[in-house]
């Protein structure tokens, strides 16, 4: 038998997922600098006919700098080995056994779909909202296009201390202006444009030295043309616990630099900007209020305390306090769902894996693989999937090199090719994706606009296959 990796018998990978994560993997594959010679095919799916990803459906639509990161992507996706189905759904219109057989190893880089939820009572009145949604909706994801955001309450309230509840407050701070020249899905530039939000509320669970938000971020919220930002005095005063953690050599930077940035806000004399974003601390949603819809919310004072583990806790007490709201977003992470054919750790929401082999009951499954959130949990910015993609293609190939990566039964493209014909006739190549591209950017050239999303399977699908829409 020819050796796996060698022209007539290239290593062929499977990605499943387009994303950050999805992307590093196939580089590193493509262009391993442990083995130079290595004779790779990377076919890659996604179920939308875009790829990118959180990068064209997460990443904010003020922060086009991040979303740049894309140029690299198309560099790997320039490569020969490199091949891209899109529109094609991993688990309904292609199945494990289906990759299996035509693939010597298959990465998974599917994510994290879906949020988590708070569980309180309240929850599904209408006007609260998971992040998720708020975010997909605003970036022209085409699960999420129809969703009805109603922004005529004065006052919101974003329940989080990470980067994505940043996210959220901002777009609800931004000015139609600012918002025209982005690339923000065009039926949310138009809500967005209308909304009556005054006031934005960000509740954190822990204390100023306890928040996840990065410093620019951070940094951004006190940059708004036209929102102030506002921290009450009171809430920066450091409990003994935080101040004995920010001292310690436990503290990062980011959290010292946050809390100097945060005392900074405190400090602040409103300027008389129409919006505000108000930062506050040390409490927890209990309930969300209304009959019909959103009109208020009961948060309890937490106080910090230290667990056995040594990590602080918010630990609530009896205090409590209601204020009005009509809208409530949810920002308290993202969750993977189970993933065809894998084992699924329900605690962590991940696939169980070791370095990014897969395990089942502890035991490495030959030949597959996961990369990027779905191996490791909904953290870190999009660099930090270069890291953990690698690691997992040094795995691979590791396993490629001691002969563990079972030959396919029919490793070629050709019967691929015809098994997608059939099932998904509908798919979107790379050079589909390349037209919807120009033909987004076409769209957003006369306004002044990176781009105008199309935002409708159909839409998408037409511009992939040329199709006058
Ligand atoms: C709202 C938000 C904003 C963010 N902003 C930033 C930022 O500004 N800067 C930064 O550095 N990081 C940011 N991040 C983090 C960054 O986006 C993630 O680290 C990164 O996207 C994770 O990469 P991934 O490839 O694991 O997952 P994803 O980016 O989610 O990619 C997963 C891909 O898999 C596809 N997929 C899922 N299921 C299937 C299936 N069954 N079949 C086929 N395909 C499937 C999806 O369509 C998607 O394309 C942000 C995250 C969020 C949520």
């Known amino acids: 038998m020819t050796p796996t990796g060698t022209v007539e018998n290239p290593l062929r990978v499977a990605i499943v997922g387009s994303g950050p994560a999805g992307f590093y993997a196939a580089g590193a594959l493509l262009k391993s600098k442990s083995h130079p010679d290595l004779c790779v095919q990377v076919d890659m799916y996604d179920r939308l006919p875009t790829p990118w990803g959180l990068v064209r459906g997460g990443v ?51 994510g994290s779909q879906t949020d988590r939820r708070m569980g309180i009572p309240g929850e599904d009145l209408p006007g609260s909202w998971a992040a998720t949604e708020f975010v997909a909706w605003y970036n022209g994801h085409p699960d999420y296009r129809d969703l009805e955001f109603d922004l005529s309450p004065e006052r919101a309230v ?78 920066v005063e450091l409990d003994p616990l935080s101040k004995a953690f920010l001292e310690s050599e436990a503290a990062s ?54 667990d056995e583990s040594g990590s602080i806790r918010a630990r609530p007490t009896d205090a409590v306090e209601e204020f009005e709201c009509g809208l409530v977003f949810r920002s308290i992470g993202y969750r993977a769902t189970p993933v065809e054919g894998l084992p699924f750790d329900d605690r962590r929401c991940v696939i169980p894996n070791e370095g990014g082999r897969v395990l089942d009951s502890r035991r490495p499954l030959t030949g597959e693989y996961v990369v990027g959130w779905i191996k490791r949990g909904p953290t870190g910015i999009i660099g930090t999937n270069k890291r953990d993609a690698q690691e997992t293609v040094e795995h691979l190939l590791e396993d490629l090199d001691a002969g563990r990566l079972p030959d396919p039964a029919d490793p070629d493209r050709d019967s691929l090719e015809a098994l997608l014909a059939e099932r998904c006739p509908e798919h979107v190549t790379y050079a589909g994706w390349e037209a919807i591209d120009r033909a987004e950017k076409a769209g957003g050239e006369p306004r002044g606009r990176p781009r105008v999303k199309l935002c409708s399977f159909e839409e998408l699908l037409d511009a992939a296959h040329d199709r006058v829409s």
């Open 158 to 235: 974003v329940v989080g201390n990470g980067n994505v509840a940043t996210d959220v407050a901002r777009m609800l701070a931004l000015t139609g202006d600012e918002l025209a020249t982005t690339d923000v899905a065009d039926h949310a530039l138009e809500v967005l444009a209308e909304s009556q939000v005054r006031e934005i509320v960000v509740l954190g669970r822990r204390g100023p030295a306890q928040v996840a938000f990065t410093n620019p971020e951070l940094l951004e919220l006190g940059e708004m043309t036209d929102a102030d930002v506002f921290v009450d005095p009171k809430d």
């Open 60 to 110: 904010a639509p003020d922060h086009p700098n991040i979303k740049a990161v894309s140029r690299v992507y198309e560099k790997t996706a320039a490569h020969p080995g490199f091949r891209f189905y899109g529109n094609v759904e991993y688990g309904r219109d292609v199945l494990h056994d289906d990759l299996v057989g035509r693939y010597h190893a298959l990465v998974y880089a599917v």
């Open 253 to 306: 930077m980011t959290a010292k630099k946050n809390v100097d940035i945060l005392t900074g806000y405190a400090a602040r004399e409103p300027t008389g900007k129409r919006r505000r974003i108000v930062l506050r601390f040390l409490v927890s949603p209990v309930e969300i209020l209304g009959e019909d819809r959103v009109e208020g919310i009961r948060i309890r004072h937490n106080e910090l305390v230290e």
